[in-house]
Nanobody, 117 residues
């Protein structure tokens, strides 16, 4: 059974940090693209970061560039999104999205990140 399980969200003050995790299982291939999206209340879901198949290159939205870093632990089959210098406007539900190359895409269940003083 294909599964993406997210964790790591929470409440943090402006300027703080959080690390999101996305553990995946049930995939029969390691050929996939991983992305992180977020959706703030009343707004459309937006792409935050997108990583290439081998995990070597990640592109970021301008709004998070220099503050967020995506990484991967292949042994643990887990993707991470390190978020530093968090701002009020980073408040959203964050989703990981895995797309199998030549196949389907799968969403994590989402994790709430709230930045508030």
């Amino acid at each position: 059974q294909v599964q993406l399980v997210e964790s790591g969200g929470g409440l943090v003050q402006p300027g703080g940090s959080l690390r999101l995790s996305c553990a995946h299982s049930g995939f029969l291939t390691s050929s996939y693209f991983m992305s992180w999206y977020r959706q703030a209340p009343g707004k459309e879901r937006e792409l935050v970061a997108s990583t290439t198949r081998d995990g070597s290159t990640t592109s970021y939205a301008d709004s998070v560039k220099g503050r967020f870093t995506a990484s991967r632990d292949n042994a643990k089959k887990t993707e991470y999104l390190q978020m530093n210098s968090l701002k009020l406007e980073d408040t959203a539900i964050y989703y990981c999205y895995l797309r199998v190359i030549g196949g389907l895409g799968y969403w994590g269940q989402g994790t709430q990140v709230t930045v508030s003083s």
